[in-house]
């Protein structure tokens, strides 16, 4: 099975601090994920990656999968960014079902 | 967003009863999962659906039994509910198996007392 780790587990920063949120995976995968939930709400895709980096707004999201190793950075960090972000791994073998990190608390204050 | 909605969004039950929880999806995707959602643990697979009729088993799938007779449906059951079931559960959505983006229902909160 997968084991998939993040870091910090809590991470809490002024307005406008670049922001960075860390996953390690211990086997090949097919697919790392990145998601969002907001306290006491629902999970949303932020990013899907295999390789190299996607960028959406001012979240970036990198991936070394020689590394077994994804960033998720925010850049102009703002209080609406508050919010667990978790990293999730679809692995290259057995039943390719999803392998979730427990998560990462970010709290971005005024 | 992705047609997901999930019924009840609360419930609080007592120990020994069972306990229905709907999923139902607009988007027509043929893979749907059932997640619980604890303190300290990430999400975990409880059951999945590749198709009408056709179900699998996840990493935490004792006490509970799902069923789909429908595309859009996905209920999960608790036979005889126990507190260590009290949980947030999600249902989720994709369109294939392995690489595939998962859409999430915004989640149930059932409490067992």
């Known amino acids: 099975k997968n084991e998939v780790e993040q870091s910090p587990q809590n991470l809490t920063a002024q307005e406008g601090e670049f922001i960075t949120i860390n996953c390690s995976y211990s086997?090949?995968?097919?697919?790392l994920h990145w998601l969002q939930q907001h306290p006491g709400g629902g999970i949303v895709s932020l990013f899907m990656l295999s390789s190299g980096k996607k960028k959406h707004g001012r979240l970036i999201a990198t991936i070394n999968i020689q590394e077994k190793h994804s960033s998720l950075h925010i850049t102009a960090s703002h209080p609406r960014d508050s919010a667990v972000y978790i990293c999730?791994?679809?692995?290259?073998?057995?039943?390719?079902?999803?392998?979730f990190g427990t998560g990462t608390r970010l709290t971005i204050i005024p | 967003d992705a047609g997901i909605t999930q019924s009840p969004r609360h419930k609080v039950t007592e120990t020994g009863t069972p306990v229905t929880l709907r999923c139902h999806q607009t988007?027509?995707?043929?893979?749907m999962y059932w997640y619980r959602q604890d303190p300290g643990h990430g999400l975990r697979l409880i059951h999945y659906s590749y198709g009408v009729k056709d179900t699998d088993k996840g990493e935490v799938s004792d006490g509970y039994s799902v069923s789909r007779s429908k595309t859009e449906d996905f209920l999960l059951t608790l036979e005889s509910a126990t507190s260590s079931q009290t949980s947030v559960y999600f249902c989720?959505?994709?369109?294939?198996?392995?690489?595939?983006?998962?859409?999430f229902g915004p989640g149930t909160r059932l409490t067992v007392t």
């Open positions: 086997v090949g995968i097919s697919a």
């Open positions: 999730a791994v679809t692995s290259n073998f057995g039943n390719e079902k999803l392998t």
């Open positions: 988007e027509n995707h043929r893979y």
């Open positions: 989720a959505i994709s369109e294939g198996q392995g690489p595939y983006e998962q859409y």
